[in-house]
């Protein structure tokens, strides 16, 4: 197994590295991204220095967690892009969008501070789901609004998926997405 920096980690880290990954999801499925990152560590059955270690700031940790959604979300993007229909493209994407960053609690807070103008590898996946947001409305520009961009589509999808997490019923998930697509789309 690589690192985020490319180098190579020994049996026994790959190890310790897949358990708090496997231990953070765990955690933050059941307490958000605010779980304890010592209950993590606690958890994962290693020392808060080795998951310091793997991971130096919760943000890194998130980021790791996430990887797998955000690589089905890449895949998603390209099918999209190679739909009949552009605005049906970005409104499904739209809510993929929403549904990942309502995977944890506390996810979309986490996502939007990791602005454009952070690094990281949270930073690095939010930039990368913004130039694939970026494409699907330049795709459907001639239909969307002159105004919109990928970066403001991405911030309301994460805003979207904010309300959601704060109505667990989810009962004006719905109504809320058709809010935003009468609001973005000429």
Known sequence: MATSTG??????????RAAVVAA????????GVEAPLDDIARAAGVSPGTLYRHFPTRSDLVAATVADHV????ADADRLDEADDP??????WIRLL???????AGLPDTVLAAGPDSEGPLSHICRSLEALTDGLVARARGRVRAEVD?????VL??????????????????ARLAVLIRGIID
């Open 150 to 154: 990928g970066a403001d589509v991405f």
């Open 98 to 104: 929403s549904d990942y960053a309502g995977v944890y």
């Open 7 to 16: 180098k190579s980690l020994r049996a026994d880290a790959a190890r310790n």
């Open 71 to 74: 690589a089905e979300l890449r």
């Open 24 to 31: 953070a999801r765990a955690a933050f499925s059941g307490k």
């Open 87 to 92: 605005v049906d493209a970005l409104v499904q």
């Open 157 to 174: 999808a994460n805003a979207l998926a904010w309300a959601d997490g704060h109505d667990p019923e989810r009962d004006r998930s719905e």
